[in-house]
């Protein structure tokens, strides 16, 4: 970036300059391309392909489509319902050892890592040999426009995920609505809905708090 000093000229009469015109601004004080920073103060139009993060970086945010074929558990995230091993959904899905799993459609996308790059988190059903469907959340760093997945939550057995929202700025949060039920209730139905709120601490999504309200199907 080119830059333009600003100088005071002693003129000997007591360090006022008394009639002088200023000189105008050469062709030197200009940047490469042609933006005039004379004025201190730079402009540049943003890429059309890729997002401004906060922070001054630029980076391709990650979509909810990269997550049908991205990997989904490696030697540093273990899932909370998953099966050991190297896991990498196919289409949205991933099969094995008895054990189903399948990306829901449900997906935010935004900052959760702290870095200047949008992230992704979506909802996945692991499905075991019993009647067990084992809902959870999953966060992908977004590693230079490829999800890497990087926190993980379970939800619980049989608790559909309604939506899932990411709020980058002022905090790194996901908001997830999903239905499930009280600690008296039967395992076959769901009574309550339920808005929670995580923040991711790797390889963890904690829960902050959350809000109930009742639910009749």
């Known amino acids: 970036m080119a830059s333009a000093a600003v100088g005071c000229q002693d003129t000997g009469d007591g360090g006022k300059d008394s009639g002088a015109t200023p000189p105008k601004p050469s062709a030197s004080s200009k940047a490469p391309g042609g933006s005039d920073t004379s004025d201190g103060k730079e402009s540049a139009k943003p890429s059309p392909d890729a997002s401004k993060e906060p922070g001054g970086g630029s980076a391709r945010a990650l979509t909810c489509d990269q997550l049908r074929n991205a990997q989904l558990q490696n030697s540093t995230l273990r899932l909370p319902d998953g099966p050991a091993g190297t ?102 139905v769901v009574t309550i809905k339920r808005t929670a709120v995580y923040q991711v601490t790797e390889p963890t999504m904690v829960e902050l708090h959350h809000r109930d309200l009742p639910y009749t199907s």
């Open 87 to 188: 896991i990498a959904l196919r289409d949205g899905r991933w099969e094995g050892d008895g054990v189903l799993i399948e990306l829901q459609p449900q997906c935010g996308i935004g900052d959760m890592t702290g870095d200047p790059a949008a992230d992704a988190v979506g909802a996945i059903k692991v499905t075991t040999g019993g009647t067990g469907k084992f809902y959870g959340l999953v966060t992908w760093r977004n590693d230079a426009g490829t999800p890497v997945p990087a926190a993980a939550a379970s939800l619980g057995d049989r608790t559909p995920v309604v939506s899932i929202s990411v709020s980058s700025t002022p905090r790194r949060q996901a908001t997830v609505v999903y239905l499930t039920r009280g600690d008296s209730d039967p395992a076959a």
